[in-house]
């Protein structure tokens, strides 16, 4: 093990987030048909409420452990780093206990919160059959991300990288193998199948931990331990990690509480619009499982910042050095841009395509697809932004944009969707606009804070916005001339994915060889960076 600068640590974790996420859109092909679609909308259940309980288990101590950690290494305080970890992996017992117990026993309450009122689709006992089964990963997904948290808060990146991808891996093995022979070999029902291949997270993430702990257990020597005890107390040390805590817990329920009220009310707004409960159900779980599904190769990128950011800006932050913590924040966005943008608009030119290799024909899911890859933009950039602002422990300001940002959601998703079904246009991208509209807001008021009260500066972000117009407009062309030279049909054939193969490489060259020229990747990820990938890809000499 040894420890990453900022750009490595960031190329490591999001070149496993994104082996991570292939493997995680890939293995949902042969599921999906495994499941079928009423198996697929029991799934979205069950994770968005999961995700609910997980999140206030794992949102606030694996990042505190990981600022405190940074923030201690930064102070050579390293007895207390050590101990920090020690009563960050005590407070997560307690904490996803309890969680688990409520999902446990609540588990009929959560089910009829979503399907209150509407008849035809799922029953109560469907859908708390699967929220019991995904409530086992809270025993051991928390701890999993505690000692991620004290690998990356020591800047040691590839260790837990790699148990990512083991994670998800095994995960993948129970999900296929477990729903596949419990409908198809031993014919029990769909919801069975469904429970069986959510508990394939608890045994992924058992793996996962175990790995960590081997690694760590033979590298003790490289965690800088000295005899010495520093001047500062359990009682300190716990009361920091509270502190510390608390406000990332609040945003994340805050996030997942919307999450919830805005699956809610997708269906009961479709179901006003006069869609049935049924097609209600599926496109709530194509906008909020199945689509953000395709969309994780997008996230990743914005993953992988966060968690080589979070140890690099608090380290400049406790030195005092804002130049340094402002240069980190505009290479993190400037990256998020510059990688995310085309990736983002690729997707939405053939989302048509690409949904129907993973789900097969679909009357919703492309033109859901469509409008979704370009939300992720969005959510990624604001949570790059929100995992800087932790790194600079301006939780007032995540508390305000936050909550600013997910009221004007909440008060324009059922409006959007009727103004969208008035105009003639889609009206389930009424919620997607809506969150686009919400982060938006979010970020005025984060640049205008940091702006005022830091002085930081976004050159290099609008530079690089500038900059990237030209590549996409490029590669945009590009994939538009395609579609009347070599037109592209849904079928599953090998000509077609030969032909899908094609659109997405040229569309690639075309954006990776404007973006040389102009310079803009020179200018975000350094010219001697750019040398050194160029010349190992014998592209240019030495």
């Known amino acids: 093990m040894k420890k990453n600068t900022f750009i490595e640590g ?54 505190a452990i990981s600022m405190i950690i940074s923030e201690y290494s930064a102070l050579k305080m390293f007895d207390a780093k050590d101990r920090a970890y020690k009563i960050g992996k005590r407070i997560i017992f307690t904490i996803s206990f309890i969680a688990f117990l409520i999902l446990m026993i609540f588990a009929n309450s959560f089910a009829g919160y979503y399907i209150k009122g509407i008849t035809g689709g799922n029953t109560i006992q469907d859908i708390a059959l699967v929220i019991r089964a995904i409530s086992l990963c809270l025993l051991i997904t928390p701890f999993l991300s505690v000692i991620r948290g004290y690998l990356q808060g020591n800047k040691f990146m590839a260790p837990s990288s790699i148990s990512q991808v083991i994670e998800q891996i095994v995960r993948i093995i129970v999900i296929l193998l477990g729903s596949y022979l419990a409908i198809n070999i031993f014919h029990q029902e769909v919801k069975i199948g469904v429970a069986i291949a959510l508990t394939g997270a608890f045994l992924g993430g058992l793996i996962a931990y175990l790995y960590l702990k081997i690694k760590v257990n033979k590298n003790k020597k490289l965690f800088e331990k000295i005899e010495k005890k520093d001047n500062i107390s359990n009682k300190e040390i716990t009361k920091k990690i509270i502190t510390y805590c608390i406000p990332l817990i609040i945003i994340s329920i805050v996030n997942n509480i919307y999450d919830l009220i805005d699956m809610k009310l997708i269906i009961k707004g479709l179901y006003k619009a006069g869609y049935d409960a049924k097609t209600s159900e599926l496109i709530s779980s194509i906008v909020y499982t199945w689509g953000p599904k395709i969309c994780m190769i997008i996230m990743a990128i914005a993953m992988g910042l966060t968690t080589s950011l979070i140890p690099h800006i608090v380290s400049s932050y406790t030195e ?71 790194g600079l422990q301006k939780f007032k300001i995540i508390y305000i944009n936050t909550i600013a940002g997910l009221v004007i959601n909440t008060i324009l998703d059922i409006p959007m969707i009727f103004l969208l079904h008035k105009l003639g246009l889609p009206d389930y991208y009424g919620t997607i606009v809506a969150s686009m509209i919400g982060c938006t807001v979010s970020y005025i008021i984060v640049l205008i804070y940091l702006k005022k009260n830091l002085k930081f500066d976004y050159k290099l972000v609008l530079n690089t916005i500038y900059k990237t117009l030209v590549p996409t407009l490029s590669m945009i062309i590009v994939l538009l001339l395609l579609k009347l030279i070599l037109p592209i049909t849904n079928s599953i054939n090998l000509v077609f994915i030969i032909k899908l193969f094609i659109y997405i490489i040229l569309g690639a060259i075309t954006y990776l060889t404007t973006s040389y020229y102009n310079k803009n990747l020179e200018n975000v990820f350094g010219t001697e960076y750019i040398n050194k990938i160029l010349i190992k890809l014998h592209l240019k000499k030495l």
Not at 26 to 39: K, M, N, Q, T
Not at 345 to 350: C, E, F, R, T
Request: some cysteine.
């Open 320 to 390: 005092g050095d804002i130049k340094e913590a402002n240069k980190k924040f505009n290479q993190a966005i400037s990256t998020m841009i510059i990688t995310c943008i085309p990736m983002a608009v690729g997707l939405s030119i053939l989302s048509n395509n690409v949904y129907f290799i993973f789900y097969g024909n679909s009357i919703y899911g492309g033109s859901i697809l469509k409008c979704l890859s370009i939300y992720t933009i969005f959510s990624g950039t604001l949570l790059v932004i929100n995992t800087a602002l932790q």
């Open 10 to 63: 960031t190329l490591i974790a999001s070149i496993a987030i994104i082996i991570t996420k292939i493997l995680g859109v890939l293995y949902v092909i042969p599921f999906y048909s495994i499941i079928g679609e009423d198996g697929g909308v029991l799934y979205s259940y069950a994770y968005n409420i999961y995700n609910l309980f997980l999140n206030i288990s794992t949102a606030g101590v694996p990042i």
